[in-house]
């Protein structure tokens, strides 16, 4: 668990230094985040989302950002909320007086940032998820398999995504995402 800001700031990247793509995608490791898996009831939402900064979302394969921090809908009940740097996700949510679980999982996860016009066909090289426009616009985001292991997709712009995988994977997720982002270069 991270206990401080230099916790966060002073971890082992799995990906450090990794970058990679073609000449239509481009892949590189995301900067360190602070990352909570939130569970809640419906009647707890509105509190959690105050406390936290950020509204959590109630529609399924839906995002929201705002203050640095995004929650991402992965289940009825159930949020990834990812915030940039060290924000005290853990103490707003214990603050917010709102019945839940919350667990940290910064040391957990990694992220891989695929931008460029190829982006969604590296991506759909291990991934059998509709990433048109007009099925997973720009906030869209799900737990999906990638390869052999799953992932949370976030599609963070229209060429571009976020993808969340857990660190003992991540090379191997950097890996198929390489290939597929050769693949989809003309």
């Known amino acids: 668990m991270a206990d401080s800001g230099a916790d ?11 970058h990679g793509g073609s000449s239509t995608v481009r892949l590189e490791a995301a900067a360190p985040a602070e990352r909570i898996s939130l569970r809640a009831r419906a009647e707890d939402v509105a509190a959690l989302s105050s406390a936290l900064g950020v509204d959590l979302p109630v529609r399924p394969k839906t995002s929201a950002s705002a203050n640095g921090r995004s929650a991402l809908w992965l289940g009825p009940d159930e949020w990834l909320v990812i915030a940039e740097g060290n924000s005290g996700l853990m103490q707003a949510a214990k603050n917010s007086g ?41 906030g869209a985001c799900s737990r999906t398999v990638f390869g052999k292991v799953k992932i949370v997709l976030l599609r963070t712009a229209e060429d571009a995504f976020r993808v969340e995988v857990w660190r003992s994977f991540s090379d191997y997720a950097f890996g198929l995402l390489s290939e597929g982002a050769q693949d989809a270069s003309p």
């Open 98 to 138: 709102a019945l839940h679980s919350a667990t940290e999982v910064s040391h957990r996860n990694t992220a891989i940032l695929v931008s460029g016009p190829g982006a969604a066909a590296a991506i759909n090289a291990g991934c059998p998820q509709d990433l048109s426009l007009r099925v997973f616009p720009v």
């Open 8 to 18: 966060l700031a002073n971890r082992a990247l799995p990906l450090s230094g990794f």
